[in-house]
């Protein structure tokens, strides 16, 4: 599975932005897509993630401002974020696996994108 992150910028303080992430390779409608993001000289942190049957899960920094969503038929996985904040400041990275047993473990996905830089300005 190959994936490229995509969407990233500089944007104001609530202001909205859609990070796409597109995948290749294997059967991308049976993996698990998810959303991290590493803020200067902090650690890699979930964001949200998506499963093929269609639960989705939030940090509790995001929930009610970001969505994920995802369409099998482009192999794309999106992530919606609104009311920004200087806080959301970060690289932000698509994963892929096809099993998790903990969906906000970085360590349980095989596949990352290259990242996309989302800069929040207050």
């Known amino acids: 599975v190959q994936l490229q992150a995509s969407g990233g910028g500089l944007v104001q303080a609530g202001d909205s932005l859609r990070l796409t992430c597109a995948a290749s390779?294997?059967?991308?409608?049976?993996?698990?897509m998810a959303w991290f993001r590493q803020a200067p000289g902090k650690e890699r942190e979930f964001v949200a993630a998506?499963?093929?049957?269609?639960?989705?899960y939030y940090a509790n920094s995001v929930k009610g401002r970001f969505t994920i969503s995802r369409d099998n038929t482009k192999n794309t996985v999106y992530l919606q974020m609104n009311s920004l904040k200087p806080e959301d400041t970060a690289v932000y990275y698509c994963a892929a696996a096809f099993h998790v047993g903990s969906t906000s473990n970085r360590n349980e996905y095989d596949y990352w994108g290259q990242g996309t830089l989302v800069t929040v300005s207050s």
């Open positions: 998506s499963w093929n049957i269609g639960t989705t």
């Open positions: 390779g294997r059967a991308f409608s049976r993996n698990v």
